[in-house]
């Protein structure tokens, strides 16, 4: 029987990550997630439900629109191959219960976060104020105690603290790089993402999250800068490095404690 959970999973983040582009695609441009139907972004014709099969579709029609012939992007399969195998790893660690619909939709929210950031630069309040909410959900249910290989937090005061220091964090930076530089360097959509992290995780976290996010924008920057010759001046969207961090730590976080414990005593 886990075997058919374990699958149900997967399938069921596949289709959910069939939504989730619809919401990454409509959700910046202000348009309904509901009406219309899915469509071709080219030619406008409706989606039939044998070319909306997540991953799959996308394969038989050669990565191109039935009716057009517009080439589908990437996205569309990576989302629902991502968010498939991101569910199942979440299976794995709390089977069937309700905490598996709280760190589902946490994740997929994510998801969503991050390729919105990355596309146009933007985090929508209407998917991270709920995020804080759904965290804070998280710590009064204990989660954290309860499933012990996921990094949760641990008591709705948990929470309650993360989101006040994961915004706080942001806050600061924002205010700081405005003085020095003069300009904002840090949107108020980071400062709110950061809350909903912190929700998530508990304060604990958070430093190491920052930091791990910091070090692969500074990587990815450095590397954008020599092959684009723009120098420091290249604008890089820093929700997409915390969505990542937040990924790592919520799935390997106890395993790099432990490890970096281990290398402590040595």
């Not at 399938?11 to 959700?27: D, E, K, Q």
């Not at 360097?185 to 909903?196: F, P, T």
């Not at 190491?208 to 020599?226: D, E, K, Q, R, Y």
């Not at 820093?238 to 402590?264: K, N, T």
Request: net charge neutral; with cysteine; hydrophobic share 55%.
């Amino acid at each position: 029987m886990a075997w058919f959970f374990a699958i149900t999973s997967l399938g069921l983040g596949a289709i959910v990550g069939s939504f989730l582009n619809v919401v990454i695609h409509r959700v910046p441009r202000g348009e309904s997630i509901v009406f219309p139907a899915s469509h071709c972004p080219h030619c406008n014709t409706d989606i039939k439900a044998y070319d909306n099969i997540p991953v799959l579709s996308f394969l038989l029609l050669g990565a191109r629109c039935r009716a057009c012939r517009a080439p589908i992007s990437w996205r569309y399969p990576l989302i629902e191959l991502a968010n498939g195998l991101f569910y199942l790893a979440i299976y794995e660690r709390t089977g069937p219960t309700l905490g598996f619909v709280a760190v589902a939709a946490l994740v997929s929210m994510t998801l969503v976060l991050i390729y919105i950031d990355l596309e146009i630069q933007i985090l929508p309040d209407v998917i991270d104020l709920p995020g804080i909410a759904i965290g804070l959900g998280v710590g009064a249910l204990h989660l954290g105690a309860l499933y012990p290989d996921l990094l949760l937090s641990r008591t709705l005061f948990e929470s309650l603290t993360g989101a006040i220091v994961g915004a706080g964090m942001i806050l600061v930076i924002r205010l700081t790089y405005q003085l020095i530089r003069g300009i904002e360097g840090m949107g108020l959509g980071d400062v709110k993402m950061m809350a909903m992290l912190g929700a998530v995780l508990g304060w604990e976290p958070l430093f190491p999250l920052l930091l791990l996010a910091s070090l692969t924008g500074a990587i990815i920057g450095l590397a954008l800068a020599a092959k684009t010759g723009k120098g420091l001046q290249i604008a890089l969207p820093f929700g997409v490095f915390l969505g990542l961090a937040f990924l790592i730590i919520l799935f390997f976080g106890q395993e790099l404690s432990r490890w970096y414990v281990m290398l402590l005593l040595r």
